[in-house]
């Protein structure tokens, strides 16, 4: 898997499969804090002591470790639960390799037989095509990290199918960000029940989208 640097001096890895970085190449870090941390309320949620998150397409575990340094620095005895939905493996051997700047790497890195657990934090991995997978997950998240490649590159990801099944396992009032602002993205979600608005723009790049589950 090839390893990308990115603007903000982290490095991100290109997909041969579907010719995309994983993460923005202005800066993968500085992405997953601007368009999944900052906008999902996190820093709030977590002074209420508990968070739930679902993380589809987990790739390398940016996002949900953005969102681990931040609920534990709002509140440090925060308990944090992560479900990733993730179809390649292999990640895990590549997560050992990456040194991103997040603290609660070493937490990612250290996952066995696809789960971590610390008193505060839980991470569990479910290996799988996410459109399957999610159906037999458990209910009641706060906040959904979605993150495929691009609705152009994978539309079957972009569904108001999936987004329907999504919606299904979070909480009324539950937050979901995703990069895509695509106008046929935020009617899908509009049927499968989220309220989108324009999320963060970055630079001069298109706003993100986030979504409130109705
Ligand atoms: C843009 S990257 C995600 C980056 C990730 N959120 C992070 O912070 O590191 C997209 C990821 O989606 C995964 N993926 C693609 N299709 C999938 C599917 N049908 N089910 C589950 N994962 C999928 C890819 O293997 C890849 O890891």
Known sequence: ???VL????SYTLFSEEYKEVYHSISGAEEEAVKKYVEPTGVFELAKKGFINVLDVCFGIGYNSAAVIDAA????????????GLEK?????DVMKELSPSFESYKMIRDIRDCVYKNPNVDIKIVFGDARDTI???EEGFDICLFDPFSPKTQPEMWTETFFKDIASKMKVGGVLSTYSCATHVRINLVRAGFDPKDGPSIGRRAPSTIAIKI
């Open 1 to 3: 898997m090839k390893k």
């Open 6 to 9: 990115t603007g903000d001096g």
């Open 72 to 83: 534990l620095k709002s509140n440090p005895d925060c308990k944090i639960i992560i479900v």
């Open 88 to 92: 390649d493996e292999k990640l895990l």
């Open 135 to 137: 159906k037999n997950i």
